[in-house]
């Protein structure tokens, strides 16, 4: 062999080697996270996911893979992204909100899925109980449908001589109906006239201020939404404009100048669903592991926000608040 033949067939193993190397290299675990929202918006929570994930072990790009699939605020587009997740035979698929993982449910029943909702998953035929929930499914629930009633109890305690309240709600959001229903009993006890708005577009939204203003509504209750989240900053400037004192379930609500928030804890929910995520990687079955409840529920009041609307926080509520936002 000349010298010219040996030095050709040396390169040659070499440039082989790290593809031999990377063949023998094990495939990373897929995490297939489906969510109706936007990158942009969700940042901060999914800092919080990945925070549990560590928690558990898995650090993504190191031991973990994830495949993102955001619906960017249009729920009809949950199913076909639901699907191709699963066509691509992804380890985990985190379902994150009530409208992902309904989508998720029906497109598979083996690959385990974990998903957050605000709802009573019972309830609303997810799983068939919260301790053993049995199926492929398991998750967290903040329970903030439930706790929907609060929110119109809060704004009456800040505004007691209005008697007009409206609710904006996502009509397409599969947990409308039961906020709407609760909400309805709420104001019914407390003697208030409860006056439901739909918006599910920017141009709803703008309709729905407008409708506000023409009923004279003291208040304004808005219902937990992917949508609404995506656009805090435009409902906390139109409340402000229009001097209609409102609250939202979301802490970003009053950071963006939204007068009050009060609600599960959106970052400890996105923990925990991160948590356990990373321990159905490790092998451990969604029907074994009971549903959890995230029980950090937190009241924001922007103070800034009441001086412009001209109102006085009780002293009352302010010591009942979490976080007063100056």
Known sequence: MNRREFITMLGGAAAAWPLAARAQQPMLPVIGLLHPGSADSYADVLAAMRK?????GYVEGQNVAIEYRWAEDRYERLPALAADLISRQVTVVAAITTPAVLAAKAATTTIPIVFTTISDPVQIGLVAGLSRPGGNLTGITSQNVEIGPKLLELVHELVPTATDIALLVNPINPNTDTLSRNLQTAARTLGLQLHSLDASTERDVDMAFAALVKLRAGGLVIGGDVFFRSRTEQLASLALHHVVPSIFQDRAF????????????????????????????KGEKPADLPIQQSTKVELVINLKTAKALGLTIPISLLGRADEVIE
């Open 52 to 56: 549990g994930l560590s928690e558990s």
């Open 254 to 281: 009053a950071a963006a100048g939204g007068l009050m928030s009060y609600g599960g804890n959106l970052k400890d929910s996105y923990r925990l669903a991160g948590v356990y995520t990373g321990r159905i990687l």
